[in-house]
């Protein structure tokens, strides 16, 4: 299911006014497309908020299926696009769909992950249908926002799982290192490639220990336009601040002219709550403005490394999953790694390197790769 963060997508400033109409007050702009969760749900004005904007629930769909604003709850993922043409659209934007297979007080599963949600309904049972919002946790896990029943089981259709790609084979890879998907009798939308470290959108159902997919979506924010914002978790950050990533999906850059609200450019560390505006900028997007919520101090920084010495024992697969020695430890690249200074996966052999990055399900998998600062000064010489 696409997501409606398109360049395309046009803006609807809204306004208001008082009552005799004699002093119009204008709000501030909202923008053309907001991802993020909601915040609260009037069922007297048809509205909902979402990273506080009010909008006007025009439409409300998930997948190809139209609900009712009494459908949506607090806390609930969603995507907003506004347009002078159909209004303002509010797709579901769950991190699972599926059956409860299991549950222990807080504890439940879903499409073979197991879960835990604090808040999770005592008329939530075995067999039951729902929804799941999440953000990324620290492990590469989920941390669970809302679990939402739905009775009318037709209206969701199939299972549904998101998270980052990794072991991938040819016919199979493991989904947020929990679960196997098979998808080899999927259908990948655009004829993309799949590679490892993507976050991914799974259709299908479970059979058996496997999820098998039917229909698999790239989801990345390469697609958004110039007015949007991003409420997600910081999932990573480069040494220097110049980059950082967001819900395991993709990096923003950050320069001079970004803009910090609540908080400094200091407070961009893994596990930190905000909302990200941003432009497309080459085949990277700058992030203009970035606002600081709540920090998840679950133990991020436990999962990041930094490395530096001279790169051995290159190895690919036929996969294409490429990884090398340094330090006596093996690093691993995926789809999200960034290659600086020059350098490529194919000129990497013998160079003195500096490497970012996180630990994924134990393995050092890089998110930047650069020269040593040593030896960049000594080529500049």
Not at 61 to 82: E, F
Not at 92 to 113: H, K, M, W, Y
């Amino acid at each position: 299911m696409k997501k409606l963060f398109l360049a395309t997508v046009i803006s609807a400033s809204l306004m208001a006014c008082n009552s005799d109409d004699s002093s119009p007050v204008i709000t501030e702009p909202t923008p053309q497309g907001v991802e993020g969760t909601i915040e609260l749900v009037d069922l007297n004005t048809n509205q909902i908020t979402v990273n506080g904007h009010r909008y006007s629930a025009d439409s409300i769909v998930y997948s190809q299926t139209a609900l009712s604003l009494n459908q949506l709850q607090k806390d609930m993922t969603v995507t907003i696009a506004t347009t002078d043409k159909d209004g303002t659209q509010v797709r579901l934007n769950p991190t699972i769909v599926g059956e409860i297979t299991a549950r222990n007080g807080d504890s439940f599963t879903i499409n073979g992950v197991d879960l835990s949600f604090a808040d999770l309904s005592d008329d939530i049972e075995v067999g039951d249908w729902v929804m799941v919002s999440s953000l990324p946790a620290a492990d590469g896990g989920y941390s669970v926002l809302s679990v939402v029943e739905f009775d009318d089981v037709d209206l969701i259709g199939q299972a549904e799982i998101e998270g980052p790609v990794s072991s991938l084979t040819n016919i199979e890879f493991l989904l947020a290192n929990t679960i196997t998907v098979d998808y080899s009798n999927a259908t990948i939308d655009d004829n993309e490639t799949l590679a490892n470290g993507q976050w991914v959108e799974v259709t299908g159902k479970m059979i058996g220990n496997k999820f098998s997919a039917t229909e698999i979506e790239i989801e990345d924010y390469d697609d958004f336009g110039d007015d949007n914002e991003i409420e997600g978790v910081i999932t990573w950050v480069a040494n220097d601040l110049s980059r950082f990533e967001l819900n395991s999906r993709g990096s923003f850059l950050i320069n001079s002219q970004t803009e910090f609200d609540d908080g400094s450019r200091n407070n961009l560390v893994a596990g930190q709550i905000v909302e990200v505006s941003s432009v497309k900028e080459g085949d990277n997007r700058l992030a203009t403005e970035v606002e600081f919520d709540e920090l998840d101090n679950d133990g991020w920084d436990k999962f990041e490394f930094e490395l530096d010495g001279t790169v051995s024992n290159i190895q690919h697969d036929n996969t294409d999953i490429f990884s090398f020695t340094i330090n006596a430890k093996t690093v691993y690249t995926d789809a999200k790694t960034v290659y600086e200074d020059g350098l490529t996966k194919d000129n990497l052999d013998g160079e003195n390197i500096e490497v970012e990055g996180t630990i994924i399900d134990g393995k050092y998998v890089a998110r930047e790769i650069e020269l040593n600062d040593d030896q960049d000064n000594d080529n500049n010489i």
